[in-house]
């Protein structure tokens, strides 16, 4: 049994910050890579970031420079520190997890419709301009 919690999101202004968390229970073991991807009305979902069990980390270009992804693997939370925010990262972020050995580069470009991708419930980040 496995379940993704995640939360953080909310209203900034543009330029802003926010921290998403994402609490993984159950097997966590299963896990070889954690990530976020995100999604809006008219938008396809999306790979954000992602860090695989070494600690190797991926970025999207849209978000390199500006987001941070980190895990506390004693804990077993995911984190996505989010500075300078635009209005075009407005979308349904949602923690993710793999239990497929791909390059985690791959799993965020190429993973967001894979079949045995674990799934948080998603939580709203709103940028205003």
């Known amino acids: 049994q496995v379940q993704l919690m995640d939360s953080g999101g909310g209203s900034v202004e543009a330029g802003g910050s926010l921290r998403l968390s994402c609490v993984a229970s159950?097997?966590?073991?299963?896990?070889?890579?954690m990530g976020w991807f995100r999604q809006s009305p008219q938008t396809e979902r999306e790979g954000v970031a992602g860090?695989?069990?070494?600690?190797?980390?991926y970025y999207a270009d849209s978000v390199k420079g500006r987001f941070t992804i980190s895990k506390d693997n004693a804990k077993n939370i995911l984190y996505l520190d989010m500075d300078n925010l635009k209005p075009e990262d407005t979308a349904m972020y949602y923690c993710?997890?793999?239990?497929?050995?791909?390059?985690?580069?791959?799993?965020?470009?190429?993973?967001?419709?894979?079949?045995?991708?674990?799934w948080g419930q998603g939580t709203q980040v709103t940028v205003s301009s």
């Open positions: 860090i695989d069990l070494n600690g190797t980390t």
């Open positions: 993710a997890a793999s239990p497929e050995k791909w390059a985690v580069s791959v799993w965020i470009k190429y993973g967001e419709d894979f079949i045995d991708n674990y």
């Open positions: 159950g097997f966590t073991s299963r896990f070889y890579s």
